[in-house]
């Protein structure tokens, strides 16, 4: 007999099976809490102090959320303002895989989630950059 990991698990039908949720969130909380109310015994209600409690919580994770969401839209707009304006400035990086280099910054790409500044042939992501700057006018 062959027992199968529990990711690797499939249905009758031969689809993968549910994966289960990892986070909770508002909609699920709220479905929680409905719930709870409905199947809630009725000779000995749910305490209003819980409820409220519950409430709370509820609001107070929806706006870390939206904390946590602007705090991550500030930071990547910083990253670009602060890449727009290595363009033309002179470069020392150092990559992961121990390539280190320096040049003049040409352009900046913001196609993935660290800007890449092009210096001459190199793409260098912002984080690999090590010191800036300003050239030697001519």
């Known amino acids: 007999?062959?027992?199968?990991?529990?990711?690797?698990?499939?249905?009758?039908?031969?689809t993968a099976a549910r994966q289960p949720v990892q986070s909770?969130?508002?909609?699920?909380?709220m479905k929680l809490l409905v719930t709870q109310l409905?199947?809630?015994d009725p000779g000995a209600p749910m305490d209003t102090n819980q409820m409220m409690a519950q409430s709370v919580q509820l609001s107070m994770m929806e706006k870390m959320t939206e904390l946590s969401t602007g705090a991550k839209e500030s930071f990547s707009l910083q990253m670009r303002t602060a890449?727009?304006?290595i363009?033309?400035?002179e470069v020392a990086y150092?990559?992961?895989?121990g390539t280190a280099?320096?040049?003049?910054?040409?352009?900046v790409s913001f196609t993935t989630g660290v800007p890449v500044v092009t210096v001459g042939s190199s793409k260098v992501p912002l984080d690999s950059?090590?010191?800036?700057?300003?050239?030697a006018s001519t």
């Open 1 to 14: 007999m062959t027992v199968q990991p529990v990711g690797a698990a499939t249905l009758q039908t031969g």
């Open 24 to 29: 909770l969130d508002s909609d699920t909380f």
């Open 38 to 40: 409905k199947y809630q």
């Open 83 to 85: 890449a727009a304006q």
């Open 87 to 89: 363009v033309g400035s």
């Open 94 to 97: 150092a990559l992961p895989d």
């Open 101 to 107: 280099g320096s040049g003049i910054a040409s352009a």
């Open 129 to 135: 950059i090590s010191g800036i700057s300003v050239p």
